[in-house]
Structure formats: structure tokens, C-alpha cells
Nanobody, 123 residues
Framework: QVQLVESGGGLVQAGGSLRLSCAAS????????MGWYRQGPGKQRDLVAT???????NYKDSLKGRFTISRDNAKNTVYLQMNSLKPEDTAVYYC?????????????????WGQGTQVTVSS
């Protein structure tokens, strides 16, 4: 079994910063791409950023320069540093990981999600 647990969300004023963390735990064999997605009120879930094990990143164009994704492979953890936050960044932020885990002699691969963490930016 695996679990992704996000932390670091909260309420912040416009212009402020937050750092989200997401730790993957369980019988993990390997993790490929990790990423962050967000879902604002009444909107669909959208890509924020992704990062490969080697550190190659991909961002939603409109967030480049304000958001930075990073990861610690040894800790199976991905981070999202969010600066110059705007009210339109208000959303539930979800961590995602493409990973392989094992149980006994069997391995399982798939796409896993955290439970989400609320980020609210006040004007």
C-alpha cells in the first residue's frame, strides 16, 4: 500500500508565499514523475507542475516564475514553492506520483493522488 500526504496549505494574503510538501510512503520501489495539480472552486483539476527523478520540470505557462517545483528522491517527497500568490491561486492542491510499489513478490504500478491541501489567498 502507498500513501501520499500533502502539507503546507493554509490562508495567506495576496503577495505572500507558501511551500507545499508531499511525502509518499509505503512499500515503494520507485517513483517516476511527481507533480502538483490544483482545482479551484467550480473548475476542473489542472496541472501546476511536474518533475522527473532527474529534475526536469514542466510548468503551467501562467505559473512560470512564481511557482517552483522540487523533489528529494531520498525522501520520496515533492515540494511546491509558491511566491507572489494571487487570489486566483486559491484552490485545493493535489500531489500526484507515478510509482511502483510491492507487496511480497508482486509489484504494482500506477498513478496515485494525495488527499489535497487547501490554499486560500485573500485580497
Amino acid at each position: 500500500q502507498v500513501q501520499l500526504v500533502e502539507s503546507g496549505g493554509g490562508l495567506v494574503q495576496a503577495g505572500g508565499s507558501l511551500r507545499l510538501s508531499c511525502a509518499a510512503s509505503g512499500s515503494i520501489r520507485s517513483i517516476s514523475v511527481m507533480g502538483w495539480y490544483r482545482q479551484g472552486p467550480g473548475k476542473q483539476r489542472d496541472l501546476v507542475a511536474t518533475i522527473t527523478p532527474g529534475g526536469t520540470t514542466n510548468y503551467k505557462d501562467s505559473l512560470k516564475g512564481r511557482f517552483t517545483i522540487s523533489r528529494d528522491n531520498a525522501k520520496n517527497t515533492v515540494y511546491l514553492q509558491m511566491n507572489s500568490l494571487k487570489p486566483e491561486d486559491t484552490a485545493v492542491y493535489y500531489c500526484n506520483a507515478d510509482l511502483t510499489w510491492y507487496s511480497g513478490a508482486y509489484s504494482y504500478s500506477g498513478d496515485y493522488w494525495g488527499q489535497g491541501t487547501q490554499v486560500t489567498v485573500s485580497s
